[in-house]
């Protein structure tokens, strides 16, 4: 596995990406500017992506913004704790973006671990310690309304987290310019939103 991600690594000597997010930031006619960050988890690591989603009367355009990644404790933790640990990492990503001179009118945070979703809608003070923590935090920096509920196949961050995908440099990939319905109109995204029933 060590020689075979060295000789992956030479593929980074190709690769090009463009230090300007969208050539529609500077426009008039720009509609809106969304971030959008996916967040997953395997068994060996966690991680999450975002992604600016410009529009403008002519179409949409994403592009990569940043991403972070972590492998997963020695210790044991269930996929759900780590999809938890996940969703932190999410929030501080976002900070960091926030932190930008750029006005970012809508965010949208996606999972597919309906588990992790539940958790942010439910009351977090009677969960354990280590989730209600998380929970907490994760509160802190988001608003329920923008997380929904992504299928995995869809989600870009599964990218990061299974070993056993080989990773491509190619810039056009769906790594660097986001997954192709986010260049769709809202309407057609194969998202939803997470429904707690009271009590």
């Known amino acids: 596995n060590w020689y075979r991600w060295l000789k992956l690594l030479r593929g980074v000597e190709s690769l090009k ?4 997010y969208s050539t529609k930031l500077g426009t008039e006619s720009r509609s809106s500017t969304e971030l959008h960050i996916f967040v997953d988890t395997g068994e060996d690591a966690y991680a999450a992506v975002a992604y600016l989603r410009i529009s403008d009367t ?22 759900t704790r780590k999809e938890l640990s996940a969703a932190v990492l999410r929030s ?6 926030k932190d930008r001179s750029l006005k970012i ?3 949208i945070i996606l999972s597919d671990s ?12 009677r969960y354990l310690q ?14 329920l309304t923008e997380w929904r509920w992504v299928p995995t196949k869809l989600n870009v961050a599964d990218e990061a987290t ?20 986010l260049k769709q109109p809202e309407a057609e995204w194969p998202l939803q939103k997470i429904i707690i029933p009271n009590g």
């Open 114 to 125: 309906t588990t992790v979703l539940t958790w942010l809608h439910s009351e977090h003070k």
């Open 92 to 97: 501080r990503l976002m900070n960091n973006v």
């Open 130 to 143: 280590f989730v209600a923590h998380r929970v907490g935090e994760i509160l802190e920096s988001t608003d």
């Open 58 to 79: 002519e179409g949409t355009e994403c592009s990569l913004v940043g991403s972070k990644a972590r492998v997963s404790p020695l210790r044991y933790l269930s996929n």
């Open 105 to 107: 009118e809508r965010k």
């Open 17 to 20: 990406i463009p230090r300007w």
């Open 162 to 181: 299974k070993w056993g995908k080989t990773p491509t440099f190619d810039a056009s990939s769906r790594w660097f310019i986001g997954p192709e319905f």
